[in-house]
């Protein structure tokens, strides 16, 4: 049999004819002829399950979020800002979006499009005569795992949500004639992790070659099963009495109003499995060294993300729209060569870059940091050839902190065509007033993700998970189950050391003492080494801490400024975040289609 990538199939959409209906049972094939069609051969079946791959989020097209799963998580959270005001992320902090709104429906309807279409891959490809029992299972396997990673995507984005389990809807079933309630979280975590248990059973530990880069592996089904249940044992989900009024039809809650301390053992013990099979055998942190052969904290730190399925890559995006996040980062920079020219629309904030530690590993609050909030000192970035006058926030910080932000006055990375010096104040080369419609809206570029090269240059996947998030996920857990264990020092020191920063336990530097402490110190350290890879929109939702982190003034510097006064610290947007927006609504017209719907709590 012809071997055929999944990045070929991909690359071919189905042609077949797609019926019109409403709500989540869009987009099923519209008679059962097509579908004898389409599983009469093993080349039609995998475009089918291509089509199922393809409602993977792009999320390195968030300047296009709303569409086609994208999501708006970096610049909807208090990470980042987009410069322009198309971007849907705008909508979500300024809470100008409802039930009606396409830009937080689509991702109801099409992730259930997904949902479906797995589904129906499923009941069919045992009727495919060109494919080994073997290959027929792992197939199976992969369309079951992906409707359970979708999912897990809706209920991060919506709460509770409505199982179709694995009776799947008639193509030519009247959508007037489903009607589905909600299930209560907990069965829905219960349904989702059962099926990712039993799709691991047929999943390769990791993809067999570079022609299966892309599909599900067990690895990476195990590694969402116990992130789903970090999340099942978090403040939103577990015993929030903020949805004591949450409930079906029927009487029943849809999230549960007993705290159950229970779960963040379930959840422990879940990672704690996955990294006693898993590492650091077939994954393991990413580290390289520099030309001296000597280890290189800010090369392992900024190539984790962009050496193509390194040890550390437990699941990847093969087909993400990378130069467009490339554009967004790579600053405007007027006069220098194209391929050292995008718009950098996309800033990071005053308060993430204010979390990164100090080089001695501690926050820039901590009074033993050494951090100084003026004045300018010649320093070295480990990026460039030479020191430079650099303002004394930036001046010995840790490495990712360079890794993660282009700021004022640093050097550019490609220097193929020379060096290029980034200005970010008002009239220098980057600049708003520069720029025009293209400029960083903070003072702060996102660097994290960018090519040392041409940023026009793609061919590359976009990482969606690595182990650094388990070896998180496991401490948090850890944590709250059995606080005192010596895994969760364990586990954060790892993280610290591949960033370079020294260990807490170390010498000078006290490890945080008690639960309380500990828990800030996993939060602190998740913020900045998972910076703008999607998960602290979540985060700060599934901690409740939303409406401190979210709510009010966020802050950039002074960009309509030339220096000094760029510098200065100042508001650029009032951001809305009420007990309502950690949820997304639940689409009106499903809610007005389907009688056993409600709607979540406040819209």
Known sequence: MKKITLMSVMLLLLSMNYSCKKGFLDQVPDDRLTLTQTFANHNTALEFL?????????????????????GQWTGGSDEAEYDWGFVTSQNINN?????????????????????????????????VPDLTPQLKAQY???ARALRGLFYFYLMRIYGPVVLLGD???????SFNDVQLARSPYDDCVSYVTAELDLAAKDLPAVPANTNNYGRFSKGFALAIKSELLVYAASPLYNGNTDYSSLKNLDGKNLINQQYDANKWKLASDACKAFIAEFSPNVYDLYRENDASGKFNAYLSCRDVML??????????????????????TTPYHQGAADEDRGSGGLGATQGMVDAFFMANGRTITDPASGYQTSGFSNFQAPYDDASRSTYNQWVNREPRFYVDITYNGSEWLNTNSGDVITELFNTGNSGRNTGGNDYCPTGYVVRKNEPIGDWRQGGRSWVMMRLA????NYAEALNESTPGDPDVLKYINLIRNRAGIPEYGSTGLPAPAGQ????LAIRQERQVELAFENNRFFDVRRWKIGEQTEAGPTYGLNISADLPDFYKVVAFENRVFTKKSYFYPIPQNDINSDKQ???NTGW
Not at 116 to 126: K, L, V
Not at 167 to 173: C, G, L, R, S, V
Not at 516 to 519: N, V, W
Request: charged share 20%; net charge negative; no cysteine.
């Open 307 to 328: 050496v193509d399925w390194n040890k550390e890559i437990i699941y990847a995006n093969i087909g993400a729209g990378v130069t467009n996040r490339q554009y967004e």
């Open 516 to 519: 309380d402490a500990m828990r």
């Open 50 to 70: 291509a089509n199922v791959y393809s409602n993977i989020p792009d999320e390195a097209s968030q300047r296009f979020a709303g569409g086609n799963n994208i």
């Open 140 to 142: 199976k396997a992969e």
């Open 95 to 127: 809470g100008t979006y409802d039930a009606s709104s396409s830009i937080t429906s689509g991702f109801w309807t099409t992730f259930y499009q997904g949902i479906r279409n797995a589904g129906i891959f499923m009941d069919n490809i045992d009727k």
């Open 597 to 599: 719907l409600v709607q």
């Open 469 to 472: 998030e388990v070896y998180l």
């Open 167 to 173: 009776k799947t809807i008639a193509p030519d079933a």
